[in-house]
């Protein structure tokens, strides 16, 4: 199966690096069966690359306001992204970005990381440099359960 990360995030902006170093942890890291894309502050540039790849699985990860505390993460359903259940910083709303991967690509995963703080030249939270390794594992071991953590 022809499998492909997609983050998403600004890596100017503390936690919303959360997609883009996950990103950067599996291009030094590269795991068996994974391609990785980072679509940075704005991922719908890149639908196009996405659908010349062919993958039949695209798990997109980003930092996503859910009320929860940070570094938790929660797989969201279209229904979540769509009803506004979450907040991003992204110029188009996710649930556009996860309608238009769903024409071509078969299986879409969306990870949300809650972040600690998003604010212009912030370092990431030690809770979501965690949670970004945590997800790693998960991805390494072919484990997309999040509800313990």
């Known amino acids: 199966m022809k499998r492909l990360l997609f983050t998403v995030g600004n890596e100017l902006m503390g936690d919303d690096a959360a997609g883009p170093l996950l990103a950067r942890l ?15 502050s704005a991922p719908e540039n890149h639908i196009h ?35 506004q259940f979450l907040m991003t910083t992204h110029n ?35 809770e979501v440099k965690e949670a970004v390794k945590f997800v790693y594992d998960k991805m390494r071991n072919g484990d997309f359960d999040f509800a313990e953590f």
Do not use: C
């Open 26 to 40: 599996l291009t030094r890291s590269p795991l068996d069966n994974w391609e990785v894309l980072n679509g940075g």
């Open 49 to 83: 690359k996405v659908r010349e790849f062919g993958a039949e699985m695209v798990v997109v990860v980003d930092a996503a306001e859910m009320g929860l505390s940070p570094g938790s993460i929660r797989i969201l359903s279209e229904e979540d992204i769509a009803n």
């Open 92 to 126: 188009l709303p996710l649930s556009f970005l996860i309608k238009a991967l769903k024409e071509t690509v078969p299986h879409v995963l969306f990870i949300g990381i809650q972040p600690k703080h998003l604010a212009f030249y912030q370092a990431v939270s030690p």
